[in-house]
């Protein structure tokens, strides 16, 4: 049977994680927003059992945290998704549909503390939102 994968993108039920950055850049200092949002995978796994029998059901489940980027400059808005795969993973027996709940609630508690994961994504971010500003630097000139 070919897995049946279901995405679902969960609204943190924790406290939204937020980190903000000042870049100087030789074309004016610029001002970056980072947000969290976690981005939930889930396949579905196994059959369910005829009547009587045992089913071997499972729905296995990736967290990926992934981190929005808005950099206002005075060239405009700069945006970007940043993304770090499988911060979280588990599964659990039965159908995916009946187990979104207690998965959210297994995200929440996996991903409690991220806050040290999204400030290294904005710090790795920094080398690339300069280059972008380079770019639009050799565009407009």
Request: proline letters at 4%; hydrophobic letters at 45%.
């Amino acid at each position: 049977m070919i897995p049946l994968i279901l995405g679902l993108l969960l609204a943190a039920p924790f406290s939204e994680i937020a980190h903000s950055v000042r870049i100087d850049h030789d074309s004016g200092p610029v001002h970056a927003d980072y947000r969290m949002r976690v981005d939930v995978r889930h396949q579905q796994l196994g059959v369910a059992g005829p009547g009587g029998r045992a089913s071997t059901l499972r729905c296995r489940w990736q967290a990926d945290l992934v981190v929005d980027r808005q950099a206002r400059h005075a060239a405009g808005t700069l945006q970007r998704a940043l993304r770090q795969e499988s911060v979280a993973a588990g599964s659990r027996p039965g159908w995916c549909t009946a187990n979104r709940a207690v998965i959210a609630k297994d995200v929440a508690s996996a991903t409690k503390d991220v806050r040290g994961a999204v400030e290294a994504l904005a710090g790795q971010d920094a080398e690339m939102l300069r280059a972008e500003l380079d770019h639009i630097g050799r565009v407009n000139t």
